[in-house]
C-alpha cells in the first residue's frame, strides 16, 4: 500500500486503484497546516473534534478501501473526559494498516496484533505520549511504525498542549527519516519506526 501523510493525523492510504483518507482536520485547527482538499473512495473520522472530522475536506471519488473500526477511548478514564475514539483497521486482502486515532489508553484487540503498519500518536495530553507509544509499539511488534500527532518549531499545537517527537524516537535504535510524505509499505526501509515529512506544511 501507499501512505501519505497529509498532516497531523491526516493520511491517505491507496491500493490497486482503491483508497481512503482518514481524520482530515478542518481549515485552521492545527497551526502549521495548509487546509486538507482530497480525493477518495472513502473517508474515515476516529473521532468528532475538529482536528479530526472535517469530512467535507475530502470529495469521494473511485473505490474505497476496505476497513474495519475498532472501539477504544480518547483518554484513560473510558471516555469521560474527552470521549471515545475508533481504531481503524485498513486491509486490502494484503497488509493491515492500523491508524489509532487519538488513543488514550491502550486496549487489547487481536486486530491489533500481526499488523504491517501501525500509525500511533506519540505527542502526549490528549493522547498517549511518546514512552506510551514505544511500549504499544513493543507489545505490538508491527513491521513499520509511523509516529504522529505532535509538534515541532513549524507545525502542531502548541510546547503547552502537546509534545515532539524526541519522547518517542528516543526508545528505539532503529529509525529513518523521510524526506517525503509518501511510502510504499513493501519498500525497505532498514528501520522499524519510519519518519515522514507531512505533505501540507503551510
Do not use: Q
Not at 128 to 141: F, P, Q, S
Request: proline fraction near 4%.
Amino acid at each position: 500500500m501507499i501512505i501519505t501523510w497529509i498532516g497531523h493525523s491526516c493520511f491517505k492510504i491507496e491500493s490497486d486503484g482503491k483508497s481512503i483518507i482518514i481524520d482530515p482536520y478542518e481549515d485552521g485547527s492545527v497551526p502549521g497546516y495548509k487546509p486538507v482538499r482530497e480525493k477518495a473512495g472513502c473517508v474515515f473520522s476516529t473521532h468528532s473534534h475538529r482536528d479530526h472530522s472535517f469530512m467535507d475536506g475530502v470529495v469521494l471519488s473511485g473505490e474505497g478501501l476496505g476497513y474495519k473500526a475498532i472501539n477504544a477511548y480518547h483518554d484513560d478514564a473510558k471516555g469521560e473526559k474527552r470521549g471515545p475514539n475508533r481504531i481503524c483497521i485498513v486491509d486490502d486482502g494484503k497488509e493491515r494498516i492500523a491508524h489509532l486515532g487519538d488513543l488514550g489508553e491502550y486496549i487489547e484487540s487481536d486486530e491489533l496484533h500481526c499488523l504491517d503498519v501501525l500509525l500511533i500518536p506519540v505527542g502526549g495530553f490528549y493522547t498517549i505520549d511518546g514512552k506510551e507509544a514505544a511500549r504499544i509499539v513493543r507489545k505490538l511488534n508491527p513491521r513499520l511504525v509511523i509516529p504522529m500527532h505532535f509538534r515541532s518549531d513549524k507545525y502542531g499545537f502548541g510546547y503547552d498542549e502537546i509534545s515532539t517527537l524526541d519522547d518517542f524516537v528516543s526508545e528505539f535504535s532503529s529509525v529513518r527519516y523521510l524526506d517525503s510524505s509518501t511510502m510504499d509499505t513493501k519498500a525497505d526501509y532498514g528501520a522499524g519506526i519510519i519518519v515522514l515529512r507531512p505533505r501540507n506544511l503551510a
